[in-house]
């Protein structure tokens, strides 16, 4: 059977195979108006899957309430493309864990992580999240869910304002925009790997996620050690109008020089 092969008027098929052609190409249609922009299929496949993490609905203590406050028309965050939330782990792209893990609970937060499908992400939410909290010296509570799943982003607080959870977030899209889709982010497992599991059973089971960082390396968390205030706000925005007002004194100074250099051109020509 023969294969044909793409042709697109003015474009030869070697010219594919050159990113500088390309470029160049793309540069000639936008001076033109024409939007056109070259990417790699892991970078067009990351946007998508940033703008549109899917978070399990997981509130077990008061950092719940933040959680819904960052969903309500204040903070809205559907800006960001979080608004849809899944009451199925299988659905699920993230667990934000919001409150505290008991013992007693531990068990079915593993469970609800590992039925969840690659690639997955796990948002640690306050400081019982993190570390136990204030009841750190309980017989009860998990001193930081690290011990059972891996963390991507820590945010901490008692609880953490939606600020710090909107800027964890975007941390997290940060992280996910970096990685390499095709390149060992899914992982299903084999059977002598299920079996090894299947063994140790109960909270120390073996899980997509321990396997993929075997074999690809274990992903730094993010911590999130404070959010952007309306100082630093004002602050660069003071900064960006200096930067635009020298801008500004760069162009003229740039004319007057070109036109005194005209100048001096004409009279010696003369």
């Known amino acids: 059977m023969e294969v044909r092969k793409p042709h697109i008027k003015s474009i030869p098929y070697n010219e594919f195979k050159d990113n500088d052609t390309l470029e160049n190409i793309a540069n000639e ?48 965050f559907s800006r960001f493309g979080f608004e849809v939330t899944r009451n199925s ?107 090894d599991s299947m063994k140790l059973g109960g909270l120390h089971g073996i899980s997509n996620e321990n396997l993929s960082a075997a074999k690809i390396g274990d992903k730094q968390p993010i911590i999130v050690t404070e959010s952007p205030n309306k100082e630093d706000v004002e602050a660069l925005d003071k900064e960006l109008i200096a930067l635009e007002k020298k801008g500004a004194e760069f162009e003229v100074n740039k004319s007057q020089t070109e036109g005194t250099a005209a100048n001096g051109d004409g009279q010696a020509s003369k």
């Not at 790699?40 to 077990?60: A, E, K, P, V, Y």
């Not at 008061?62 to 959680?67: A, L, Q, R, T």
């Not at 017989?139 to 600020?163: K, M």
Request: charge should be neutral; glycine fraction near 10%; hydrophobic fraction near 40%.
């Open 89 to 195: 782990a299988r659905q699920a792209d993230l667990i934000m864990c919001a409150g505290t893990i008991t013992n007693k609970m531990a068990p079915v937060f593993k469970r609800l992580y590992d039925e969840m499908a690659e690639p997955k992400y796990v948002v640690a939410v306050g400081g019982c999240t993190i570390s136990g909290g204030p009841f750190k010296k309980s017989y009860s509570v998990v001193r930081g869910i690290d011990e059972i799943v891996p963390v991507d982003v820590y945010i901490p607080g008692c609880p953490p304002r939606p600020e710090a959870i909107l800027y964890g977030m975007m941390q997290l899209q940060r992280k996910v925009k970096v990685e390499k889709f095709f390149g060992g982010a899914n992982h299903k497992m084999n059977n002598e790997e299920r079996e």
């Open 29 to 76: 249609l936008n001076e033109g108006g024409v939007n056109v922009v070259l990417g790699s299929l892991d970078q067009m496949i990351n946007w998508g899957r940033s703008n549109s993490l899917w978070s399990l609905t997981f509130g077990t203590s008061c950092c719940g309430i933040e959680f819904m406050a960052v969903g309500c028309a204040r903070y809205d």
